[in-house]
């Protein structure tokens, strides 16, 4: 930890040199609050900080600010708690909240801002719309406490959740190419079942948590199969889980995964199989199955001495409906400003600007939402590639699970995804038995 947290700050040190010489250029287009900043009005001022990024995530977080800190003057302290979630309600209680904060969920942040705690950054949407497609700004777009929706957060980092792994080089082998629509993905599925494999590695077994992988895949198709606005409507409980378009989208899923040809184990496999298993079974020699939709996590679960670039790759999971473009289903980090001051909503500027996640990008694991992030600033390959597949989406939305009550996003909604795929409820049964669940 010690030798990565050098090499972190040496190259956050590099990074500070540049970011001083481009400071003059980056105020010519930035809102007055970041322009001042650069031009050292705020020198000596602190802004405190919480999230939940602790260990090493802490300090590339701590690293990734070292430029701004030294280019402004602003001191950004920094605080990282595992109980993100309760510390940050009972500070906000107790009338101590940081100045700004880091929400993993964007639903949480939504709370606090109908609640009336966190500040309206809505002045300065050009400015974000410069910085981000609109999908960003819309999902950073929440309710006030006045009851009207104003831009309560900004996104920092993200993790991409539509990608295929597959095992390249057994992949290269067998003369299989790389499907960019989704009925060249059809017809891969049946080339794989013709030559007499399985295409999909599919496991949802989670412990506790069974079920979750599921959702991620009806969100996919929700994304596919329907308007944005549906989305949207679904993620709160207005458009419920009983109707037409959620019916469809699963139905859609239902084709690959109630057909036993298509996925390793059948339903049965898909049930019983740890979802950080399942894709180790594209390893074998030949593969079990070869396909296997996961986020850019899961290379923490493939064996330790598959390479990336030669025994595995990915690629974007296509869309179906060409009315709906390139949608990308994400996680990530939405911070949000509970204090008004000129030199907090100057932090918060500067999130909005890729240039600052220079050297998390370098060292890995992070991806960057802004327009102006550049691919070359990623030495890891696969974050680059994960990074170009979401620079090229049309749309982006967040985790639907995610945003909705945890009595249901993370309760029946996990629990009656699996009792479908399980075959112990019809889809009928488990769709409304989740409306039933929804919080009055």
């Given at each position: ?392 989406a049309t749309s982006v939305r967040f985790d639907g699970s995610d945003l909705m009550p945890g ?22 049964t488990a769709l409304k038995d989740i409306d039933a669940s929804w919080p009055k």
């Amino acid at each position: 930890m010690k030798l990565k947290s050098l090499n972190a700050c040496l190259m956050a040190s590099a990074f500070a040199a540049f970011a001083a010489v481009t400071a003059a250029a980056a105020a010519d287009n930035a809102p007055s609050e970041l322009a001042d900043a650069f031009a050292g009005k705020f020198k000596g001022a602190k802004v405190t900080a919480f999230g939940p990024f602790t260990a090493g995530d802490e300090v590339r977080f701590n690293d990734t600010v070292k430029a701004f800190e030294e280019a402004t003057g602003i001191d950004i302290q920094y605080e990282g708690s595992k109980q993100f979630e309760a510390t940050i309600a009972t500070r906000s209680d107790a009338g101590n909240p940081p100045d700004i904060a880091d929400f993993p969920q964007p639903g949480l942040l939504a709370n606090f801002a109908k609640a009336g705690k966190l500040v309206d950054l809505s002045g300065h949407k050009d400015f974000f719309l410069q910085q981000y497609i609109p999908s960003w700004v819309d999902m950073a777009t929440k309710e006030g406490k006045d009851g009207k929706p104003g831009i309560y957060g900004v996104w920092e980092r993200v993790n991409v959740k539509s990608l295929v792994w597959y095992p390249k080089k057994a992949f290269d082998d067998a003369g299989y190419k790389v499907p960019t629509t989704w009925a060249e993905l059809e017809a891969l599925q049946d080339q794989i079942v013709a030559d007499g494999d399985t295409p999909w590695c599919v496991g949802i077994e989670s412990g506790a948590a069974t079920g979750w992988p599921a959702t991620d895949w009806l969100e996919e198709f929700m994304l596919r199969t329907t308007s944005l606005e549906n989305y949207d409507a679904w993620t709160e409980g207005k458009l419920p889980f009983s109707s037409p378009e959620v019916k469809k989208a699963a139905e859609t899923l239902g084709k690959i995964w109630l057909d036993e040809k298509y996925v390793y184990g059948g339903r049965k496999g898909i049930v019983s199989t740890g979802f950080g298993d399942s894709p180790v079974n594209m390893f074998s020699d030949p593969p079990k199955c070869w396909l296997h939709k996961q986020g850019n996590f899961i290379t923490a679960f493939f064996p330790e001495k598959a390479k990336a670039g030669v025994d595995y790759s990915f690629f974007y999971l296509p869309g179906i409906d060409e009315a709906y473009g390139k949608p990308v289903l994400v996680g990530g980090d939405i911070w949000g400003a509970f204090n008004d001051r000129p030199e907090v909503r100057a932090v918060m500027q500067y999130f909005a600007k890729a240039e600052h996640l220079k050297a998390w990008l370098a060292v890995g694991g992070a991806i960057a939402p802004q327009k102006d992030a550049d691919l070359a600033w990623y030495q890891n390959e696969v974050d680059k590639g994960v990074a170009a597949i979401l620079a090229g989406a049309t749309s982006v939305r967040f985790d639907g699970s995610d945003l909705m009550p945890g009595e249901v996003g993370a309760g029946s909604f996990w629990k009656q995804m699996t009792a479908w795929v399980s075959g112990t409820a019809d889809l009928d049964t488990a769709l409304k038995d989740i409306d039933a669940s929804w919080p009055k």
